[in-house]
């Protein structure tokens, strides 16, 4: 059996849901979260481990939980992202610093627990079963290692927007089923039927990454020296910076350091960036238990 593990990032403050863990926020007919369909559908694809990736004070509460429960159905590690698990030289520098530094960050504090293919999730996004099948099944095909082979499940902007207030979103050019670019925008604002950031419209059917990328050990490895790369060149007065996955793998791609495959999944997306997005995700996975995809409890 090919051993994949899922890697579930989950230290997000979520300071735009108004109070509360929307990690933990309950969503399913008997108080099921987010994750618990998201694991669901990854160990029906064929993932054997679980690592959650959270804060140190979220511990408590995350394992009472999800925590304990899905260790009676996975091999379940924690791995912690905390704003000062930097490098001692940095420490100083950014000392006024009160939120953690990002996806790549969160994916480095996974060295020496995952040492497997991973796919990377977000722990309050919906990604749907054919996402998480296409990349067991990239994870577990032999791929060239020069240059370093990537996986990133795509969605529709258009599937992946709030009527609640503005997102980011990784928007991506892709051709011939590969990942050519990807550009970290911010704030793109859902207004009559249109994607806006700045006043400027974006093609409501441009891909973009929600942050489900298939990786490598290798890459964990090599997020150490970038890392500490970014925050010897940011500013001591940037305390908002973040080191994150699209613009690390957006570098990658520019350097010729890896090669990403594109993967389409045709199921919808849907997530809670702001409190008022919970009726839609409830309803939506109301539906989708009705059609028979998950049991009325999981």
């Known amino acids: 059996m090919n051993n994949v593990t899922l890697v579930v990032m989950a230290a997000g403050i979520g300071s735009r849901f108004g109070g509360g863990i929307k990690q933990l926020e309950p969503v399913g007919p008997n108080g099921e979260i987010i994750m618990d369909y998201s694991i669901y559908d990854a160990l029906e694809a064929g993932f054997n481990k679980v690592v959650f990736v959270i804060r140190k004070d979220l511990e408590k509460d995350f394992d009472e939980i999800i925590g304990q429960r899905m260790k009676k159905k996975v091999h379940v590690e924690y791995a912690f992202q905390e704003v000062d698990n930097i490098p001692e030289?940095?420490?100083?520098?950014?000392?006024?610093?009160?939120?953690?530094?990002?996806?790549?960050?969160?994916?480095?504090?996974?060295?020496?627990?995952?040492?497997?293919?991973?796919?990377?999730?977000?722990?309050?996004?919906?990604y749907?079963?054919?996402?998480?099948?296409k990349a067991y099944q990239y994870l577990t095909q032999e791929h060239p290692k020069n240059p370093m082979?990537?996986?990133?499940?795509g969605f529709i902007l258009k599937n992946t927007l709030s009527d609640n207030g503005g997102v980011t979103r990784g928007i991506c050019?892709?051709?011939?089923?590969?990942?050519?670019?990807?550009?970290?925008?911010?704030?793109?604002?859902?207004?009559?039927?249109?994607?806006v950031v700045e006043g400027k419209e974006i093609d409501l059917n441009s891909a973009v990454s929600m942050n489900m990328?298939?990786?490598?050990?290798?890459?964990?490895?090599m997020l150490e020296q970038g890392f500490n790369d970014f925050l010897k060149e940011t500013?001591?007065?940037?305390?908002?910076?973040?080191?994150?996955?699209?613009?690390?793998?957006?570098?990658?791609?520019?350097?010729n350091e890896a090669e990403v495959t594109a993967l389409k999944s045709h199921d919808e997306w849907f997530g809670v960036t702001y409190k008022e997005d919970k009726d839609y995700v409830k309803e939506n996975i109301q539906l989708l238990?009705?059609?028979?995809m998950y049991p009325q409890k999981i």
């Open 89 to 126: 030289e940095y420490k100083d520098k950014f000392a006024g610093r009160t939120k953690p530094w990002g996806t790549g960050q969160a994916i480095l504090a996974c060295q020496g627990l995952v040492n497997e293919p991973f796919l990377v999730i977000n722990a309050d996004d919906y």
């Open 128 to 133: 749907g079963k054919e996402a998480y099948k």
């Open 149 to 153: 082979p990537i996986c990133m499940v």
């Open 173 to 195: 050019q892709i051709a011939n089923d590969k990942l050519i670019d990807i550009v970290e925008t911010h704030n793109i604002e859902k207004i009559d039927g249109k994607a």
């Open 213 to 221: 990328w298939g990786l490598y050990p290798e890459f964990i490895e």
């Open 235 to 255: 500013p001591s007065n940037n305390l908002k910076a973040e080191y994150l996955l699209p613009t690390i793998i957006g570098d990658m791609l520019h350097n």
């Open 289 to 292: 238990v009705e059609k028979g």
